[in-house]
């Protein structure tokens, strides 16, 4: 099924944009999203085969606790980019697995692909100006069940997003 949501809002098109580019962002706007972590995920569309970690190297990467960043300075933001694969966290612990498939940043286009309970949603997002705002485009792609269930709070969360 394939379902497109759009909303508008008073937020300038580039600023909407950013919240939607800096994974850091997400929780701002996104009430369900608790948390963004990145990093090796291997059950979003692809077989565990496909990788060989025979001497646990990546295990051991996976566990380390990631080092603070060096006073003073100011880390670059988390972003959205093709091949980025990560898991969000959201209410009650759920872990959500994600892969950005696509990203066109002077277009503020981007796709990324989810799974949940067992299925996978496709998300095209899209941000363009209107009026003295913008407005942002959501496709959802996936089974029936996920997709009209998920509509309402995604509405909820791009409402947010479009905001000033």
Known sequence: ????????????????????????AWTQWSPQIQRVDTGPVHDVGVSPDAYDDTDGEQEALDEAEPSPPTPGTDPAPRRIAPGLRGVVIGPVGV??????????????????????????LTLEHSVTPDGGGCRT???????????????PVARFALTRLVRP
């Open 1 to 24: 099924m394939q379902l497109s949501l759009h909303v508008t809002g008073d937020a300038d098109p580039a600023t909407a944009w950013e919240r939607y580019a800096d994974l850091d």
């Open 137 to 151: 485009d959501l496709t959802i792609i996936g089974p029936p069940p996920l997709v009209v269930g998920y509509a």
């Open 95 to 120: 872990h959500v697995p994600f892969e950005v498939l696509a990203v066109d940043e002077a277009a503020m286009t981007w796709t990324w692909r989810v799974r949940a309970v067992l299925a996978e």
